[in-house]
């Protein structure tokens, strides 16, 4: 089993080592950033394809290498005119390497990688399919084959039932799948309908700004208004004092002064003189 990928001037990658977890490994990133780029290594270290555009740029060579869990290590490396391939063996100190061995990678590295293509029985333009490395240009494993091309491939293989059961289970995911879209886009465009109603939402938050603000000088002017109650309230007061007062001044004015009080003090000692 393989435990690490190691890419060397391998398209985008100029250096790149990936440690595989014990169950699944997922490559996760942006676009354009070199994951499929890795599972074009793969399918390079397993089928040895001829295109000359694996090598990164300004580079003399891309070399792809696998190690596996009992130390054993498998390089591809692709030049300019031609491919070979590296095998160490564990223990090993020198790698063995293969370097004419026509369009197939040499059966060693065949049998060590268990990747190869499925050889098809008929004559059918598809002669061989890869059942280990999908491609991301492509629809589903097979749904896009012709029906005699399927029924070639099950047929060479000897879990033709439980690969039909797959298939079978590929197109009900595929179906819901397709349901889910459809939902999801009913739901968007209902959530779309929504926003429009909310369109004139900005409008009646302007109009509530203002009428908050009318609301505040309501309440100064309620202020206001209470303050010029009580001054009302003070000034009716004095000019009801002022009017009694007024009142009582009439009612005293007919009378006239007391006479000026007259010095007694002579009479006195007339009186007592007298008595």
């Not at 997922?26 to 599972?39: Q, R």
């Not at 494993?141 to 060479?156: D, E, H, I």
């Amino acid at each position: 089993m393989i435990r690490k990928i190691i890419l060397t001037d391998f398209m985008a990658h100029a250096s790149t080592e990936i440690e595989l977890g014990p169950g699944l490994t997922v490559l996760t990133g942006p676009n354009n950033s070199g994951k499929s780029a890795v599972v074009e290594a793969l399918r390079c270290l397993a089928v040895n394809p001829t295109p000359k555009y694996f090598i990164r740029h300004g580079a003399k060579e891309a070399r792809v290498e696998a190690v596996f869990d009992d130390g054993a290590r498998l390089a591809w490396v692709r030049r300019e005119k031609y491919a070979l391939y590296e095998l160490t063996r564990p223990g090993a100190d020198a790698p063995e390497v293969y370097a004419k061995f026509g369009r197939k990678p040499p059966e060693q590295v065949q049998d060590l990688l268990r990747l190869s293509l499925v050889e098809l029985d008929d004559a059918s333009e598809v002669r061989e399919i890869d059942v280990h490395l999908g491609n991301q240009r492509e629809p589903i494993f097979l749904l896009n084959k012709p029906k005699t091309v399927m029924a070639s491939f099950f047929a060479s293989t000897t879990e033709s039932a439980h690969l039909i059961k797959m298939q079978a289970l590929l197109k009900n995911r595929l179906n819901k799948a397709k349901a889910e879209e459809k939902d999801l886009a009913a739901r968007l465009a209902g959530f779309e309908s929504r926003l429009d109603r909310l369109a004139p939402l900005p409008g009646v938050c302007l109009r509530l700004e203002r009428l908050r603000e009318g609301l505040t000088e309501l309440r100064a002017g309620e202020s206001r208004a209470e303050a010029l109650e009580d001054a009302a309230g003070a000034l009716a007061h004095a000019a009801a004092g002022f009017h009694r007062q007024a009142a009582e001044a009439r009612v005293y004015a007919p009378l006239t002064a007391p006479p000026a009080l007259r010095d007694v003090a002579a009479l006195r000692g007339l009186v007592l003189e007298l008595g």
